[in-house]
T-cell receptor
Framework: GAVVSQHPSWVICKSGTSVKIECRSL??????MFWYRQFPKQSLMLMAT?????????EQGVEKDKFLINHASLTLSTLTVTSAHPEDSSFYIC?????????????FGPGTRLTVT | QKEVEQNSGPLSVPEGAIASLNCTYS??????FFWYRQYSGKSPELIMS????GDKEDGRFTAQLNKASQYVSLLIRDSQPSDSATYLC???????????FGTGTRLLVSP
């Protein structure tokens, strides 16, 4: 149990375009999902916490208008990178916590590698 | 002071040895602690969680927690080359659902 998927696994887009990344919990319901970004040889950086049916909470320094997060159901959250630029090229990873759980364990998706040309 | 401190390594151990990974954290209110393994180019994988002081064993892995010292560790017995990865320590931030990740310790297990 506790499988999280992401789609696409990799994407190349041109500068100025938008890219949507999907995160799904396949075998459990997730009230809360998290979006991270990781640059090569660096640690995970939390971008935002997404709660089903409410607005996401963004970490300091993360532009909410650039990184749009929607958590419309208990199994799906999406991250849209708007007007992408080469500096947005990174490894984007989502994670999910079980609804009703008290352990706060996060299960990670396989990640999406974004390259902006 | 960083919220979560880990020795970046690499920590090199021979196959079959015990690998000891350490982590200190600054948030005294943290109650939940997690260890993740991340292979190069992959996403993190949860390997252990611990909530109470003392030891928790799961197969070859033992997590140790000392809240008074704000210290958590992970022991890997009978280390295998397949254990070579970066290990991330992640306490849960008090009052929040989010985890605070350390920069990780890179472990190299040589055959």
């Amino acid at each position: 149990g506790a499988v999280v998927s992401q789609h696409p696994s990799w994407v190349i887009c041109k500068s100025g375009t938008s890219v949507k990344i999907e995160c799904r919990s396949l075998d459990f319901q997730a009230t809360t999902m998290f979006w991270y970004r990781q640059f090569p040889k660096q640690s995970l950086m939390l971008m935002a916490t997404s709660n089903e049916g409410s607005k996401a909470t963004y970490e300091q320094g993360v532009e909410k208008d650039k990184f749009l997060i929607n958590h419309a159901s208990l199994t799906l959250s999406t991250l849209t990178v708007t007007s992408a630029h080469p500096e947005d090229s990174s490894f984007y990873i989502c994670s999910a916590s079980r609804t009703g759980g008290s352990s706060y364990e996060q299960y990670f998706g396989p990640g999406t590698r974004l390259t902006v040309t | 002071q960083k919220e979560v401190e880990q020795n970046s390594g690499p920590l090199s151990v021979p196959e079959g040895a015990i690998a000891s990974l350490n982590c200190t954290y600054s948030d005294r209110g943290s109650q939940s602690f997690f260890w993740y393994r991340q292979y190069s180019g992959k996403s993190p994988e949860l390997i252990m969680s611990i909530y109470s002081n003392g030891d928790k064993e799961d197969g070859r892995f033992t997590a140790q927690l000392n809240k008074a010292s704000q210290y958590v560790s992970l022991l890997i017995r009978d280390s295998q080359p397949s254990d070579s990865a970066t290990y991330l320590c992640a306490p849960r931030s008090t009052g929040f659902q989010k985890l605070v990740f350390g920069t990780g310790t890179r472990l190299l297990v040589s055959p």
